[in-house]
């Protein structure tokens, strides 16, 4: 069990570490390491991770490595506080010498060039997981395509607020499913 332990901590210390852009950034890496690289959930329990995940208070990152550290251990608090804490532990780390450091460098032309390539690289990642999401476990008929693109056009064109949004979504699919 200390090998699950060590292993988990690795995954997500790795995962918060090279997670630029915020969880849903990290949700490619995270369902790669997870489900492909050491198959503690399936396809589908990661895609409801990432439901769960977002619905309930707190960074997308942080709820689903605590539930994943869960899950992974076999039901384990242990777990869940390994995983958490070794996906927060690298921005910490970063912060503090970022923090240190930056007002140093702010105006050094490198360090604005870096910040500026960073900024379409964590668009890309983010793109990369709602692609990565579009799979035939989560559009399993046309009802749920319809409810993906109600929402999608309540929010995009509309401009209907995200919480409205989200519940109307909910109800419908606690209506129809």
């Known amino acids: 069990m200390t090998e699950t332990y060590l292993e988990l901590f690795y995954t997500f210390f790795k995962i918060g570490l090279f997670g630029f852009g915020g969880g849903y950034a990290m949700l490619s890496l995270v369902q790669f390491e997870v489900v492909e690289a050491h198959h503690w959930l399936t396809a589908s329990e990661f895609t409801d991770i990432v439901a ?6 707190g960074p997308i990152a942080i709820n689903s490595a605590t539930y994943i550290g ?8 242990l777990g ?3 995983a ?6 690298p ?13 140093l460098f702010k105006n050094n032309r490198y360090v604005v060039a870096a910040l500026s390539g960073m900024k379409p690289a964590a668009i890309g990642l983010i793109a990369a997981a ?5 799979n035939r476990q989560n559009f ?6 319809i409810i993906f693109i109600s929402t999608f056009a309540l929010s995009y064109f509309i401009k209907w607020g995200i919480i409205r949004t989200i519940l109307l979504a909910a109800i419908a699919g606690y209506i129809i499913y």
């Open 52 to 57: 769960i995940s977002q619905v309930t208070p």
């Open 70 to 77: 869960y899950q992974a251990t076999g039901g384990t608090v």
């Open 80 to 82: 869940a506080v390994i």
């Open 84 to 89: 958490t804490f070794a996906v927060c532990l």
């Open 91 to 103: 921005s910490i780390i970063i912060m503090i010498l970022v923090c240190r450091f930056f007002l």
């Open 130 to 134: 709602s692609l990565l999401l579009m």
């Open 140 to 145: 399993t008929d046309y009802i749920s395509i």
